[in-house]
Each structure stands twice: as structure tokens, then as C-alpha cells.
């Protein structure tokens, strides 16, 4: 079965460098979540869409910004990246908003 | 926000035993995520559970959303089931993104 796709798996960038992160959800799934997780750290929520819609904001920074396309797959933009961006980034998606959410592999951004 | 908590922390056993996993939130909810995150980082969704048990294989999840409170259990134990549990509540209370607890890190034994 088709699941959460995130792209790229490994990201590396430069001190206020920007990155873009992809995430494609299982086909129907209408609601994708993204959630940061540091090292040693416990994922924390940034951001959810439902139908192409910002559903609810949780810690994400204001040099972040996050948009749901209408093929329903997200991007995650960060700006002026920090050495405290370096993070594993997880895509979810659900069927419906609030159903069980499946998550992507993640991308592992290291900021040097 | 909700606060979700996990014990214990640190789980070893050996193979065959029956694992117990519990966890407590804060602000009543819909529903109760139970996840699995191995070594590499990648997470897997367990359970979702809004009342009473579900089971999945040798894993069975109980809720008591009065008490705020559920349990994730494993029977026979596998070394195979070695990895971080998670539980996670919606963190509004509501039905969108989700509060993680701090994870349950389970080794078994052969």
C-alpha cells in the first residue's frame, strides 16, 4: 500500500540558507500534519492542513511557512535556517481531520 | 495544551514477559494515538482509540477517557518489539495536531 512520501531524506544546508521539504500524503488522505523532532527531543507539532486549508498552528517559527497543494501534497518552507533547525521533519497524513494520521520516513535537515 | 505523560521511562525485560506501558493526559480528548519509533526514526502508528480496547496482534490498547488515562500492553515479548512507544493526544484537546508524551524506550531480551 501506498504511504506517506517525504522528500528529500536528507537535507544539509548553511547557516540562513533556505530549504524547502516535501511531503506527499497516502492517496485520499486530505489532512497532513508536520511535526519537528531534535535530537533526544520528542516530536513537537508545527502545522496542519485540511483541504488545502491551514487547520491548526502548534510551535512553528516565523520563518517557517507550509502550504497544501492542490494534488493535496505540502511543503514546508524554512528561511534564515539556524544550527537549531537541525532536525528530523515528519510529514503525517489522515483520511479525515483527526483520524489516525501515518507518518513519512521524515527528512533529516542538518544546518552546519 | 495537553500534557501527556508516559511511564516508565526505560523499560528492559526478557523475552516472553508481558509489557505494560501506561499514560496520562492533561485536557479531555476524541481520541489517543499509540506510536512506535525505531532506532532509525521512523514512526509507525499503533493505535488510534477513542473508548474501552483495541488489539492488534500481540498488542492491546485500553483508554479510560473519564480517568484520562490509557495502557498499551504486549504479550510473549519479542526482541523485535525493542523500540520507543509513544503516546500522543490531540493537542487542543480537539482533532488536529498531536502532543507527544516522552516515549517509553523498551528493550527485550533474548
Known amino acids: 500500500a501506498a504511504g506517506v512520501i517525504q522528500s528529500p531524506r536528507h537535507l544539509i544546508k548553511e547557516k540562513r540558507e533556505t530549504a524547502t521539504l516535501k511531503c506527499y500524503p497516502i492517496?485520499?488522505?486530505?489532512?497532513v500534519y508536520w511535526y519537528q523532532q531534535g535530537p533526544g527531543q520528542d516530536p513537537q507539532f508545527l502545522i496542519s492542513f485540511y483541504e488545502k486549508m491551514q487547520s491548526d498552528k502548534g510551535s512553528i517559527p516565523d520563518r517557517f511557512s507550509a502550504q497544501q497543494f492542490s494534488d493535496y501534497h505540502s511543503e514546508l518552507n524554512m528561511s534564515s535556517l539556524e544550527l537549531g533547525d537541525s532536525a528530523l521533519y515528519f510529514c503525517?497524513?489522515?483520511?479525515?481531520?483527526?483520524?489516525?494520521?501515518?507518518f513519512g520516513a521524515g527528512t533529516r535537515l542538518s544546518v552546519l | 495544551k495537553n500534557e501527556v505523560e508516559q511511564s516508565p521511562q526505560n523499560l528492559t525485560a526478557q523475552e516472553g514477559e508481558f509489557i505494560t506501558i501506561n499514560c496520562s493526559y492533561s485536557?479531555?480528548?476524541?481520541?489517543l494515538h499509540w506510536l512506535q519509533q525505531h532506532p532509525g526514526g521512523g514512526i509507525v502508528s499503533l493505535f488510534m482509540?477513542?473508548?474501552g480496547k483495541k488489539k492488534h496482534g500481540r498488542l492491546i490498547a485500553t483508554i479510560n477517557i473519564q480517568e484520562k488515562h490509557s495502557s498499551l500492553h504486549i504479550t510473549a515479548s519479542h526482541p523485535r518489539d525493542s523500540a520507543v512507544y509513544i503516546c500522543a493526544a490531540p493537542t487542543g484537546g480537539g482533532a488536529d495536531g498531536l502532543t507527544f508524551g516522552k516515549g517509553t524506550h523498551l528493550i527485550i531480551q533474548p
Open positions: 492517496p485520499r488522505h486530505d489532512t
Open positions: 482509540l477513542s473508548s
Open positions: 503525517a497524513s489522515s483520511l479525515l481531520n483527526g483520524d489516525i494520521q501515518y
Open positions: 485536557v479531555g480528548i476524541s481520541a
